[in-house]
């Protein structure tokens, strides 16, 4: 059973910067995708960023050049370092694993059968 917990959210003011932390027990093999998801309120779910077991990376347009994926293998841990965040950014922040992702779909969120229980993160202005 793959269980994905989440931590590192909060509020912070616009500019600020937080780190998200999710960490995977259970084996989701070799070939796994890890995706970070959000929703705001009255919104529906969006991919923010994906990286694959091999590291290959993914993002959405929206936080392109702010936000970065990264992985700990060792720890079965990935991050979203989150920059320069603006106010549009506030929402409730999922993590997310399965285990194979297609290219052409790691942002989508039918592509996860794994997710976590989400952090809060509120960007104020």
């Known amino acids: 059973q793959v269980q994905l917990v989440e931590s590192g959210g909060g509020s912070v003011q616009a500019g600020g910067s937080l780190r998200l932390s999710c960490t995977a027990s259970?084996?989701?093999?070799?070939?796994?995708?890890m995706g970070w998801f959000r929703q705001a309120p009255g919104k529906e779910r969006e991919g923010v960023a994906a990286i694959t077991f091999g590291g290959s990376t993914y993002y959405a347009d929206s936080v392109k050049g702010r936000f970065t994926i990264s992985q700990d293998n060792a720890k079965n841990t990935f991050y979203l370092q989150m920059n320069s965040l603006k106010p549009e950014d506030t929402a409730m922040y999922y993590c997310?694993?399965?285990?194979?992702?297609?290219?052409?779909?790691?942002?989508?969120?039918?592509?996860?059968?794994?997710w976590g229980q989400g952090t809060q993160v509120t960007v104020s202005s």
């Open positions: 997310a694993a399965d285990t194979f992702c297609l290219r052409a779909s790691v942002l989508r969120q039918e592509e996860y059968n794994y």
């Open positions: 259970g084996y989701i093999g070799s070939r796994r995708c």
